[in-house]
């Protein structure tokens, strides 16, 4: 899980982070966290938003 | 050098001490001296005077000001662009500027008027253009190790600039130009109290260390947040009794449910700064052990005196992230990368090969 700071409303540099962690794992989720934070997760089975969804439930 | 190591440390507390601002500042010192060479040289060719070359040593000593007047102006800096998206950068390009175009520029002066005074025959041009460049480099190097390595860890940027202005006056009073007084007077500056580096509301500690300025404010409420050089994010953040704080931080402890579900028995925190993170981690699965990995030990310092960072399974290592992720025997479930160094994460900790590591020393999914 890696923590991306950001400017307000551009993402652009999460967004190339999270294409280089998935040319390594599977699967990469990517979600804000407030104006300057942008998480990304990275998993290293194959997974799905809907699965990770449904599993919590 | 001594100059510029100096002033990437009074610049670091209102700017921040990236890329960027290293890059103006090694840009704009080069520009000043290549300034100086080129007047040291026309000066000296007109007026061959021993005494004026102790003059201009004795001006560079000027620097002893820049750091009384240095915070002022860096404040007034940092107010006036604070709304502009270049704000660091043009704000240390203009500081740099007012501070240290003047005594850099001296400064340049000096090599090609030595170089003219001692020049007694064109046949010895080299021999003498040679040693003197040679004994400048040395003084460079003492002027990049020195500060680092021990004047400003142990007493300080502001006394570091004193003690080399002092150097400078010195070497105009062994030419006998005004003599002990002015060496004597700077060194006298050292007994003005220091004073807080940045004033600021709520301020409880600061410290500089080899790689930051840092600060810990305590808000009305109690809770504590540290900040590194010029302060625009918070690394970490503690409220006595609290375990949630209701910043990025608490996202963490929500990485296993990407997987497995089943909480961490082994966890990596890269920027464990001075312990929210691996605090949360630990608070919401007791039986894991987190290694934490911190570059600066002053702040591990201050997470175990002023952040509640003692958990007993709590291991931090001192060091950079990717080379103990590269070197480490361990294996890990969860590894969290936490570091940011103005003004993104550093580059090498979000590079193909760094995630590769990082997949080579998890386990599990």
């Known amino acids: 899980m890696v923590n991306v700071g950001k400017v307000p409303g551009d993402s652009a540099l999460a967004n190339a982070i999270a294409a280089t962690m998935r040319d390594v794992f599977p699967s990469v989720y990517s979600f804000s966290a ?24 | 050098m001594a100059v510029e190591m100096s002033a990437s440390r009074l610049l670091a507390p209102y700017f921040g001490d990236s890329l960027f601002i290293w890059a103006n500042l090694i840009g704009l010192i080069l520009i000043y001296l290549t300034a100086g060479y080129y007047l040291g040289g026309r000066v000296a060719d007109h007026w061959p005077e021993p005494r004026l070359l102790y003059s201009l040593t004795l001006a560079a000593a ?40 003047l005594p850099v ?33 040395i003084g460079s190097i003492l002027g990049t190790f020195m500060p680092v390595f021990l004047l400003i860890p142990s007493i300080g940027t502001r006394d570091t600039m004193l003690l ?14 005004l003599g002990a007084g002015p060496p004597l007077l700077i060194l006298a500056a050292l007994a003005i109290p220091q004073g807080q580096i940045k004033p600021s509301a709520g301020n409880i500690y600061e410290a ?9 404010v305590q808000q009305p409420d ?76 002053k702040v591990v310092e201050i997470g175990r005196r002023l952040f509640g960072m003692n958990e007993a399974n709590l291991t931090v290592h001192v060091g950079d992230g990717r080379p103990f992720l590269m070197t480490t025997k361990n294996y890990y479930d969860l ?31």
């Open chain 2, 222 to 297: 109690g809770s504590r947040e540290l900040t590194l050089n010029e302060g625009w994010a918070v690394h970490s953040i503690y409220k006595p009794g609290q375990i949630m704080t209701g910043g990025y931080w608490d996202y963490f402890s929500l990485a296993p449910w990407f997987g497995s579900g089943r909480p961490p028995q082994q966890a990596l925190v890269i920027g464990s700064a001075a312990g929210t993170v691996p605090g949360q981690l630990i608070h919401f699965d007791p039986d894991v052990h987190v290694d934490g990995v911190e570059i600066d030990p």
């Open chain 2, 208 to 216: 500089e260390s080899p790689y930051h300025y840092i600060e810990v």
């Open chain 2, 62 to 101: 000027t620097i002893a000001v820049v750091p009384f007047v240095a915070k002022p102006i860096m404040s007034v800096a940092i107010e006036g662009i604070e709304q502009v998206s270049a704000g660091a950068f043009l704000g240390s390009f203009g500081v740099t500027v007012l501070l240290f175009s």
């Open chain 1, 34 to 57: 407030g104006e300057f934070n942008q998480l990304l997760v990275a998993t290293r089975s194959p997974s799905t938003a809907a699965a990770v969804a449904a599993a919590r439930r």
């Open chain 2, 335 to 365: 590894i969290a990368v936490d570091a940011f160094r103005q003004p993104y994460i550093p580059f090498y900790l979000a590079t193909r090969e760094f995630f590769q590591a990082a997949d080579d020393h998890l386990t599990g999914d």
């Open chain 2, 105 to 137: 520029t001296i400064l340049g002066m000096v090599t090609p008027f030595a170089i003219r005074l001692s020049m007694k025959r064109v046949e010895s041009a080299g021999n003498v253009s040679g040693g003197l460049y040679a004994l400048s480099t």
């Open chain 2, 164 to 177: 080399f202005a002092a150097v400078l006056a010195a070497t105009s009073a062994a030419g006998r130009w």
